[in-house]
Structures are given as structure tokens and as C-alpha cells.
């Protein structure tokens, strides 16, 4: 047999073995785990359209497909309509029952983006006449604003395809709250720059402006999240009580009024704009308002201050929602996303923040499952073990094939086959 039958007879035997053993490892390349929050940066607080009223009764959706013969499953949800708070978690239970042959079905669902779940089941088997309840546990993320979020069941089956709805409306009363003030002073003229933040449903507020306690003036401004409001004031000597409130029909008006003594001196210390927003953001930070910080760092153009408060909102974001997961007793979920929020937070060189979760996370490690205290990552590759063996097989053999290759081609020199083995490695990424 010449060179050439020899290289064909070695090129079969690699695509035969490859096929073997994939056959028989019947390798997954999809790890089937539910995916952590979005890191990248939430934007700045926005509202939504008004949220759609709930309905009056409770509703139950049906929904079939073209069935194959002795095959019929059917599958309803007695409430999918649900009205949590931002800090709850949405429990919606889907009944499946098999009206025919014995047969499998496969359950997939697609959450609102951002979003975080959990299902009980992904593929059940029944025989005829049996029923199964799936429950499926979906919660918002922090930045979650107001209104109605769909999220996707599929249910599949040789008896066809049943689509279910599920619609979870997050709603809270939205408050009007002063953030921050300060000023700019120049030549004895004033300006207070007053950080105002909507995260309710009305569009336009009143802001008054005292100095100790007699009004100085007032503005009404149409806001839908973050803005800044400018009071001009000539300066007058000494100590002052400065104020400022903010006033709208919204109910909730917890964090309405802010008030400062500033002592401006006899003729006042001059400030600049740049070193007024400096001085907010810097107070922000420290008070944990890292998306009115980031607000003040966009206006500076200051990208290492807002590349650092980027990463104080993802980790406080992993913080927040394992929290949530804490008090709602999901000890794996929380102990996940705490432990995000430590890496972050160490990153950032933050030992008082690490400390503080950590003992959090000591407080509740007794209740987590065997072997759930390791990191995420672990736990994924314990439950997808077989799925690891088959990747860690595949790669094997292309590498072996990749070996075989380079020995074959070496015995050639020509340009011509120089020139082949390299649109194989181009082509096949090898």
C-alpha cells in the first residue's frame, strides 16, 4: 500500500473512533444550570409604563398542540397571574397529566431578562391517566421596575407541544427622595445643586428651598428618575441652615427633606463645579448611593471613579438579591451569590464589606446541602459530571488526531502538502 492509502486508512480509523465515542459517551455540550445575574452595569434608575391592573379572578391557562396518535398530554397552571413585591419571589404550579400512552415530557422556561428561577423538574416520565406537579420559583433582580413580566413555559412531549404563560406583575409604592446637595460658590453668588431621585409614578414635583426655615424659593420640575435642580442665592455671611423639600401627591415621601449647616465664612470659601460633584460623589460612595455616585462621576468624566463605582453596584447587586434568596430560605441560591458579592467586594479591596458576609455566610452554612458550602462552580461539575468525562474525551481525541496529523504531514515536504495541512488546522481549528 503507497503513502496515500496509508494516510486515507489513518484518516478513517481517527473519524471512526471520534464517532464511537461519541456514540457511546453521548456527550452534552450544554451544562444545563441557570445562569447568574447580567454583570454588566444596571443603567441609571428608569420608570416603566404604568403597571397593568391585576385581573379580578384567578384564570387557568390551556394550551395544546397537534397530538401523534395514543399520545395526549395536557398541562395547565390554576394561577399564572402573580403580584409580588420587588423583595418577593413569584411560586406559580403547573399540573401535567398523561391522557395517553406511557410518555416523557421535557419542560423548558424562559425568564424575563435578568431575572433569577428555579424548576423543579425538567423532563418527567408518566404512564396513562398519571399526573405530576412542576413548580416553577422566578424572583426580580434589584434594579426591577414596576410592571408586568412574562416568562415562557414549554412543555414537550411525543404527544406534542402544550405553551404556557406565566405573568408575574412587580409593583411597589415609588418614592420622591432628595439624594444629595451641595454648591459652587463664585464671587459671593451661590448655586445648590440638589440631586433629586423619582422611583415612583408621578412625573412632576415641587422643590422649595429655605435658609433657616424661611423659604428662598421653589421650582417645579418634571422628573422621571435622576435630575438635578439649581437654586441660585447671594451669598450672606456666617452659619446657615440650609434646606430643601420636595413635594408631590405620591404617598410614600420617606426621604423628602435634606438640610445642612454650612458655615460660608464672612465672604465664602470659594468651590468649583468639579470640586462640588468631587465632594458628592465622594459622600455617595461612602453612604452606599452608588447609582447617584456614578451619576456624579459621568458628569466629572472621571473613568476610574465610575469604572470603581460600576463594580461597588454589581457586587452591591449580588449582595442584595443573595439577601433576598436568604430570607426566602434558598440557602444554596444565597450562599451562590454572597460568595459573588465577597469576590467583588475583595477586588475592590473592601475588608469591612468581605468580613460582614462572611460571617453571614458562617450564620447559615449549617443549612446548606452536603458539599453546597464548595463554589458554584463545583457544584455545577458534580451534577454534570458524565457531561465533563465526554468533553474532557472529545478534546482527547482531537488533540490525539492533531498528533497523527503533524507526524504524517512531517514526512512530507513539499509546498503542496505544507499548503494542505494548513487549510486543515484553518479549517478544523486545530
Known sequence: MDMKGKNVTVYISIIVLVGMLLVFNNPSFIIKADPPPDSTIPPLPTLPNSPTPPPSTSHRTYSHSTKAPHYE???FCEEDYCKISPDSIAKYTITIKNKGDEDTAEITYKRPSGWY??????????????????????????????GVYETYVKIESRGGEIDITLETEVFSVGDISINEFNYTVNNGDVEFHVLINNTGDKREVEVIFY??????GRQKVKIEDLKEVVFPWKLETGEHLISFECISDDENQKNNKISK????????ISKSEPEMYTESATTLMNEG???????????????KGKERCEKYIIADRYEHDGKKFLENEKYTEAYSF????????????????VSE???????????????????????????????IVSLVSVVAILLLANIILVLEFSKKKSKKTEEKYRRIKEKYGL
Open 357 to 387: 458576609l462572611e460571617d453571614l455566610l458562617k450564620s447559615f452554612s449549617d443549612k446548606l446541602h452536603p458539599g453546597a458550602s464548595g463554589t458554584v462552580i463545583k457544584t455545577v461539575i458534580k451534577n454534570d459530571e458524565k457531561t
Open 261 to 268: 449647616k454650612i458655615n460660608f465664612g464672612e465672604y465664602g
Open 289 to 303: 448611593k452608588y447609582f447617584e455616585a456614578y451619576y456624579y462621576y459621568c458628569l466629572l468624566n472621571d473613568e
Open 211 to 216: 435658609v433657616d426655615g424661611k423659604e428662598k
Open 338 to 353: 454572597l460568595t459573588e458579592a465577597i469576590s467583588w467586594y475583595r477586588d475592590l479591596g473592601d475588608s469591612k464589606k
Open 73 to 75: 398530554m395536557e398541562a
Open 117 to 146: 428561577g428555579k424548576i423543579s423538574d425538567r423532563e418527567v416520565t408518566l404512564g396513562e391517566n398519571e399526573t405530576k406537579d412542576i413548580t416553577i420559583e422566578i424572583f426580580p433582580p434589584a434594579s426591577c421596575k414596576n
